[in-house]
């Protein structure tokens, strides 16, 4: 694959990087299969392995600075958000005075100064707004989130691209991996996601708690505590005097006003504990977070990271869970697979007549248990078939609707298909994206052979 | 614009952190000077997690210069660094993190530092000394035993590291464990316990009082009924318990009272063994309780709370005062949440008490130890903890051997305790041949048969043979040549700043035995030794 040139061309700056160098090249007995030492392989990893760093904040940070000295060169960040003064007891790429910039921004910026030759790309914006070959690009994600939809999303994403052969076994091209950490005070956990391999985000998604939600009764007729008065003002009672009005957590006014009312109905009922620390936390649901539990879990992840793209060592199996509460718990459990997964599986199976068109196999969308998915759009190799939106889009794809499937998909007789919209999770409706195995019935032994060809 | 983002900066910019370990505890970091030996980029590391939480202030001893290597693995030193002082380096950056810290630097090597001036290391409050081979680490573990001053070593490698901690001892009252029964007393309800309990009708007619009726009444009123048909008793056997569950149903008008389910739920209260657990059992009978002049404030109280638990306690530690949240009427909330403050703090009183008239016998100014502080402490009586460290020395010429070969036999240790015996190996041949084994791609395979010599003569010395040895894994740490891999010095690094702010904070529970990072499949442990 390397001409000989390239193979004797001297390792770049071997000085600076003389201690990752020991890993990378030299052999050992406890690395990857795959693993081929050599003084050149951190160059190659420079020049060929683009990541992706999802999150700028806590993890984010970290994992920018981990990544840029472990040999990565083409980095890109994305994040949604500006930087607030409470980042910066632990987001160390911000100063005061980058107060209100997009955190992408300035974290690309100050990593590129201070590491030279590292080349960042930031995306300030919602992970959701990029095409899907835009995730493409990259040979790992590194996540550093703090919510379960951005992770279930990306990870819709990325297992999007799996595809599996005909022994049921991922496509080795189509797997891209995933690090996936979070933190919470002292407490954290860091995670490999090899798609088809090891489990899923969603293959787990038991892991994650659901949210304490208080029931209204409570909130309405019996508080007992301060957050039960904070919750019924920023519930209840804001809307009967603002209806309409949508609340803005990041509005200082606004939070004086739950904090202001929370604070009569706590003396109404006698209640005490109400400060306004209290009513942020409790309204902006605020995890509390510091520098070292941050540290620690990305540089979990950018280790990972290195032996995944290396093979320098061996690779987590596969989650981590840390605990520094009581001395220092680590524990690493090998979590399985749920073959049956949506996300990461081979795809839930529709079987359709060759006659079905376009929309009626959108409706089926609405009603089949599995997916329970409205306003689908669909997508079939990168050409768009339907698209619910923006309105150009729509209006190009629209005449499709009433063409059969079959045509669209050009009458092969097995087809991979992604299908984006809302569905309906725990009670909420959540954007969603779904792999599916469109497989149509009742074909001709003939009309099976002529697909094969012309694909 | 600037001045007033200074002004509002300290509190929103420790937010997030203060929710954790609150004001006392940021005051207390605040207070605090630290003293980091080495500036690679483990002790970096471990600095800066600190500088950003609001350190007192950092001294950094470092000898070295900046050169190439250290512009590939430390992120707070850049190209414009090179040749000069890396302590002197590493602080501007740090000071740049966080202008309320101060950053100072002594451009000496630790090693001369610990020969020549032992009793610089007085001053501070923690040392964190990173990268120290272990002659230098053992005379330091001294210096700072004598001084009573909190040691934290911690030392990346390749792919493996550690993470000790060495102080003779260290008394944490807010322990804040993560999950913690209740202090409810439903096995032993005082007086005014019990008279609220009876005041309400538990067989209220108005649907609405029956299905909001706490369960601590319920259940204080059901285990008076049961104890009444019993003896005295209260449910004991698993028979009992399911009986008392029964119990507790047959009071139930239909199935969605949900107050009923949270008596059902926590009907185990009832039955939870009166007095004081082992743990405190142990603390109390410890001689440190029997104080004197010298005694420090945690065992003066304690001794409060021998008395107390003698006399006023009945038994019983002070009330922790609290109640959870539960499906009730808000005026029985409410007044509940009273009667079990009022009884604190009367147990609170008696303690303070106890306190001044200890304080004085012993020929200290009774009020010397303040209000709030007592009050923490009884709030914490439950979760009192005393850490004990054994010092290095003590460590390596008796290492507790079932400990070590049991950590040999199991699989998810076994790689944490070769790696172990392995860094003190490496020091040893350091020390023999000048270097570490690795370094040179020309002698790596000499090295290897050298380095198991050496980590068997260490187990030898220990008493044990070298058949547990893992072959790989002395080629690993061949191949790692003592190499400072960022991403394994960030996390040894970041281990090393949450132990130094648990220390230091007096909050929750330091590292007890030594942390071995195992890099290669993430099995970390801690070995007790």
Same mark, same amino acid.
């Not at chain 1, 759009?377 to 079939?380: E, N």
């Not at chain 2, 070295?64 to 050169?67: D, I, L, Q, R």
């Given at each position: 694959?390397?001409? %000989?040139?390239?193979?004797?061309?001297?390792?770049t700056e071997?000085?600076r990087?003389?201690?990752?160098?020991m890993?990378?090249?030299r =052999?050992?007995?406890l690395v990857h299969?795959?693993f081929d %030492?050599s003084p050149?392989?951190?160059?190659?990893?420079g020049?060929?392995?683009e990541v992706?760093?999802?999150?700028?904040?806590g993890?984010?940070c970290?994992?920018?600075k981990d990544l840029a000295?472990s040999?990565f060169?083409?980095l890109?960040?994305?994040?949604m958000?500006?930087?607030?003064v409470?980042?910066l007891?632990?987001?160390?790429l911000?100063?005061?005075?980058d107060v209100g910039?997009?955190?992408a921004?300035v974290?690309a910026?100050r990593v590129?100064e201070?590491?030279?030759?590292v080349n960042i790309?930031?995306?300030?914006?919602r992970i959701?707004?990029k095409?899907?070959?835009f995730?493409?690009q990259f040979?790992?994600?590194?996540l550093?989130?703090?919510?379960?939809?951005?992770?279930?999303?990306?990870?819709?994403v990325a297992c999007?691209f799996?595809?599996y052969?005909?022994?049921?076994k991922?496509?080795q091209?189509?797997v891209?991996p995933?690090v996936?950490?979070?933190?919470?005070?002292f407490?954290?956990h860091?995670?490999v996601i090899m798609p088809?391999?090891?489990p899923?985000f969603?293959c787990n998604i038991?892991?994650?708690? %659901?949210?304490?939600?208080? =029931?209204l009764c409570?909130l309405?007729?019996t508080p007992?505590?301060a957050a039960h008065?904070?919750?019924?003002?920023?519930?209840i009672k804001w809307?009967?005097?603002h209806s309409?009005? =949508?609340?803005?957590a990041d509005?200082a006014?606004?939070?004086?006003?739950?904090?202001s009312?929370?604070?009569?109905r706590?003396?109404l009922f006698?209640?005490?504990g109400?400060?306004?620390?209290l009513?942020q936390?409790?309204?902006?649901?605020?995890?509390p977070?510091?520098?070292?539990t941050?540290?620690i879990?990305?540089a979990?992840?950018?280790?990972?990271?290195l032996?995944l793209?290396s093979?320098?060592s061996?690779s987590?199996?596969?989650y981590l869970?840390?605990?520094g509460?009581?001395?220092?718990h680590?524990?690493?459990?090998?979590f399985?697979?749920?073959t049956?997964?949506?996300?990461?599986?081979?795809?839930?199976?529709?079987e359709?007549?060759t006659?079905?068109?376009?929309s009626?196999f959108?409706?089926m969308?609405e009603?089949h %248990?599995k997916?329970?998915?409205?306003k689908a759009?669909?997508?079939?190799e990168?050409?768009?078939?339907?698209?619910q939106a923006p309105?150009?889009?729509?209006?190009?794809?629209?005449?499709?609707?009433?063409?059969?499937?079959f045509?669209l998909?050009?009458g092969?007789s097995?087809?991979?298909v992604?299908?984006s919209?809302?569905?309906?999770?725990?009670?909420k409706?959540?954007?969603?994206?779904?792999?599916?195995r469109?497989?149509f019935k009742?074909?001709?032994?003939?009309s099976?052979?002529?697909?094969?060809e012309?694909? | 614009?600037?001045?007033a983002a200074?002004?509002?900066e300290?509190k929103?910019?420790?937010d997030r952190q203060?929710?954790?370990?609150?004001?006392?505890?940021?005051?207390?970091?605040?207070k605090?000077?630290i003293?980091l030996?080495?500036?690679?980029?483990t002790g970096?590391?471990?600095?800066?997690?600190?500088?950003?939480?609001? &350190?007192?202030s950092v001294?950094?001893?470092d000898g070295?210069?900046?050169?190439q290597?250290?512009?590939?693995?430390?992120f707070l030193l850049?190209?414009g660094?090179?040749?000069?002082s890396r302590?002197k380096s590493?602080?501007?950056f740090?000071q740049?993190?966080?202008?309320?810290?101060k950053?100072?630097y002594v451009?000496e090597s630790?090693?001369t530092?610990?020969?020549?001036n032992?009793?610089?290391?007085?001053q501070f409050t923690?040392v964190i000394?990173?990268q120290?081979p272990e002659?230098?680490?053992?005379k330091l573990?001294?210096?700072c035993r004598?001084?009573n001053i909190?040691?934290v070593a911690?030392r990346?490698?390749?792919?493996?590291?550690? @993470?000790?901690v060495?102080?003779?001892?260290?008394c944490?009252i807010?322990s804040?464990?993560?999950h /913690?029964l209740d202090? #409810?007393?439903?096995?032993k309800?005082?007086?005014?316990l019990?008279? /609220?309990?009876?005041?309400?009708?538990i067989c209220?007619?108005?649907?609405v009082?029956?299905?909001?009726t706490?369960?601590i009444?319920i259940l204080?009123?059901?285990?008076?009924?049961?104890?009444?048909?019993h003896?005295?008793?209260l449910?004991?056997?698993r028979?009992?318990?399911?009986?008392?569950k029964?119990?507790?149903?047959?009071h139930m008008?239909?199935?969605?009272?949900d107050n009923?389910k949270?008596?059902?739920?926590?009907?185990?209260?009832v039955?939870?063994?009166?007095?004081?657990s082992?743990d405190?059992r142990?603390?109390?009978?410890?001689?440190?309780s029997? @104080?004197n002049?010298s005694?420090?404030?945690?065992?003066v109280?304690?001794?409060?709370l021998?008395e107390?638990?003698?006399n006023?306690?009945?038994g019983e530690?002070?009330?922790?005062?609290?109640i959870?949240?539960m499906?009730s009427?808000?005026?029985y909330?409410?007044s509940?949440?009273k009667i079990?403050?009022a009884?604190?703090?009367?147990d609170?009183?008696a303690?303070e008490?106890?306190v001044?008239?200890i #304080?004085?016998?012993?020929?200290r100014?009774?009020?010397? &130890?303040s209000r709030?502080?007592?009050?923490?402490?009884?709030?914490n009586?439950?979760?009192?903890? @005393?850490?004990?460290?054994r010092?290095?020395?003590?460590e390596?010429?008796?290492p507790v051997?079932?400990?070590?070969?049991k950590?040999?036999?199991?699989e998810?240790?076994? /790689?944490a305790?070769?790696?172990y015996i392995?860094?003190?190996? @490496?020091?040893?041949?350091a020390?023999?041949y000048?270097r570490l084994p690795?370094?040179?791609d020309s002698e &790596?395979d000499?090295?290897?048969p050298r380095?198991?010599l050496a980590?068997v003569?260490?187990l030898?010395?220990m008493g044990l043979n070298?058949a547990?040895l893992?072959?790989? #894994?002395?080629?690993?740490?061949?191949?790692?040549?003592g190499?400072?891999?960022?991403p394994v010095?960030? /996390?040894i690094g970041?281990?090393?700043?949450q132990?130094v702010?648990?220390?230091?904070t007096?909050?929750?529970v330091p590292l007890?035995g030594?942390? &071995?990072?195992n890099?290669i499949?993430l099995?970390s442990?801690? #070995?007790?030794?």
């Open positions: 694959m390397a001409s %000989p040139d390239a193979e004797a061309a001297p390792p071997p000085e990087w003389r201690d990752l160098d890993l990378l090249s =052999p050992g007995n299969s795959t %030492p050149g392989l951190r160059d190659l990893i020049s060929f392995v992706l760093v999802v999150g700028a904040g993890l984010g970290e994992l920018l000295l040999g060169k083409n890109h960040v994305i994040d958000d500006t930087i607030d409470s980042n007891n632990r987001q160390f911000f100063r005061i005075h910039k997009p955190k921004e974290a910026k590129m201070r590491v030279s030759g790309v930031p995306h300030f914006c959701e707004d095409e899907l070959d995730y493409k040979q790992i994600i590194v550093g989130l703090d919510s379960i939809e951005a992770r279930s999303y990306i990870n819709s999007g799996l595809e052969d005909s022994d049921e991922p496509v091209e189509t891209k995933m996936d950490g979070g933190t919470e005070g407490k954290g860091a995670r088809g391999t090891t899923c969603e038991w892991l994650f708690p %659901p949210q304490v939600k208080f =029931p409570t309405a007729e007992r505590t008065c904070i919750e019924y003002a920023h519930l809307d009967e005097v309409g009005k =949508p609340f803005d509005d006014e606004h939070m004086q006003w739950i904090y009312e929370a604070l009569k706590a003396e006698g209640i005490s109400v400060t306004y620390s009513t936390g409790v309204v902006k649901n605020i995890i977070a510091i520098a070292s941050n540290a879990i990305s979990a992840c950018a280790l990972e990271a032996k793209v093979g320098c061996r987590v199996s596969n869970t840390y605990n509460l009581e001395g220092t680590i524990k690493v459990t090998e399985v697979r749920d049956d997964c949506l996300v990461c599986g081979p795809g839930t199976l529709i359709l007549d006659t079905s068109t376009l009626e959108i409706k969308l009603e %248990p997916l329970l998915m409205s759009s669909v997508t079939h990168g050409n768009n078939l339907y698209m309105e150009v889009l729509e209006q190009m794809t629209r005449q499709n609707l009433s063409i059969p499937i045509e998909l050009k092969a097995l087809a991979t992604h299908v919209g809302m569905a309906e999770s725990n009670g409706k959540v954007s969603s994206l779904r792999k599916l469109v497989a009742g074909l001709e032994e003939a099976k052979m002529d697909t094969t012309s694909s | 614009m600037a001045a200074a002004a509002v300290p929103t910019k420790y203060l929710r954790i370990w609150g004001d006392q505890g940021q005051a207390a970091l605040e605090a000077s003293c030996l080495n500036c690679g980029p970096t590391e471990a600095l800066k997690n600190l500088v950003l939480g609001g &350190i007192g001294t950094v001893v070295a210069k900046v050169e290597a250290d512009l590939g693995n430390n850049d190209e660094c090179l040749g000069q302590a590493i602080c501007s740090l740049e993190l966080n202008d309320a810290v950053a100072k451009e630790p090693a530092m610990i020969d020549t032992p009793s610089f290391f007085s923690v000394a990173t120290l002659t230098s680490l053992l573990d001294s210096i004598s001084a909190v040691l911690a990346s490698y390749g792919l493996t590291g550690l @993470v000790r060495s102080i003779k001892e260290h944490v807010e804040k464990p993560d /913690f202090d #409810l007393r439903l096995h309800p005082w007086t005014e019990k008279q /609220f309990a009876k005041s309400i009708d209220d007619k108005d649907a009082v029956h299905k909001h706490p369960y009444v204080v009123r059901l285990a008076e009924k049961w104890a009444d048909a003896d005295g008793q449910p004991s056997t028979q009992e318990k399911r009986e008392f029964d119990l507790i149903r047959a008008l239909n199935v969605d009272e009923y949270e008596a059902v739920e926590s009907s185990y209260k039955s939870v063994t009166p007095g004081i082992d405190i142990q603390i109390i009978d410890d001689s440190s029997e @104080v002049m005694s420090s404030d945690f065992w109280l304690v001794a409060a021998k107390f638990i003698a006023e306690g009945n530690l002070p009330l922790e005062g609290t959870p949240d499906t009427l808000t005026e909330y409410v509940l949440q079990y403050q009884k604190a703090e009367s609170c009183l303690m008490h106890r001044k008239s #304080l004085k016998r012993i020929g100014d009774p009020e010397s &130890i709030a502080y007592i009050k923490t402490f009884c709030k009586t439950r979760k009192l903890r @005393v850490c004990r460290y010092s290095m020395e003590e390596f010429s008796a051997l079932s400990e070590v070969q950590y040999f036999a199991d998810d240790s076994c /790689f305790m070769n790696f392995l860094l003190r190996a @490496v020091d040893r041949l020390a023999n000048s690795g370094i040179f &790596i000499e090295d290897v380095l198991k980590a003569s260490v030898t010395e070298g547990s893992s072959e790989d #894994l002395i080629t690993e740490v061949c191949r790692f040549a190499a400072e891999i960022h010095a960030a /996390f970041g281990m090393a700043s132990e702010i648990k220390l230091v007096k909050q929750f007890m030594t942390f &071995i990072f890099g499949d099995k442990q801690v #070995l007790a030794l």
